[in-house]
């Protein structure tokens, strides 16, 4: 009995073409080349954080794993973790107190996020 798998094959073709299509959008913002700490560094100097969330979600919805979706989503958390941090440092120009329960929860909050990253 033949197996008629196109239907299948088809729907694997075009998330294949979809995540494709994605990395090469990603990369117009950070070029492939580049080593993975520079790839880090790229994401959080970026002034175009809504494109890049918008890369996030977009690449959440590829049903097709992706290093790249993992690392840009990863990057993100990091960079607002980071801004998030700076506004209780003393000296910076919006700073304010932070509730000591607030900054440790931010502190285990880092201690995830640092077990997360790829650090080469």
Known sequence: MPLDLSEWVDKLESRARMARQWILELETYVPRREPFSEWMK?????????????????????????????????????????????????????????????LREHLRKGQALRSRLLIE
């Open 42 to 102: 790229t994401i959080r100097t970026s002034n175009d954080e809504n494109r890049l969330q918008d890369l996030a979600c977009e690449g959440a919805r590829i049903p097709v794993e992706m290093n790249h979706v993992k690392m840009l989503q990863l990057e993100l958390e990091a960079k607002n973790w980071s801004a998030k941090a700076r506004r209780w440092t003393p000296g910076c120009e919006d700073s304010k107190k932070g509730k000591l329960e607030d």
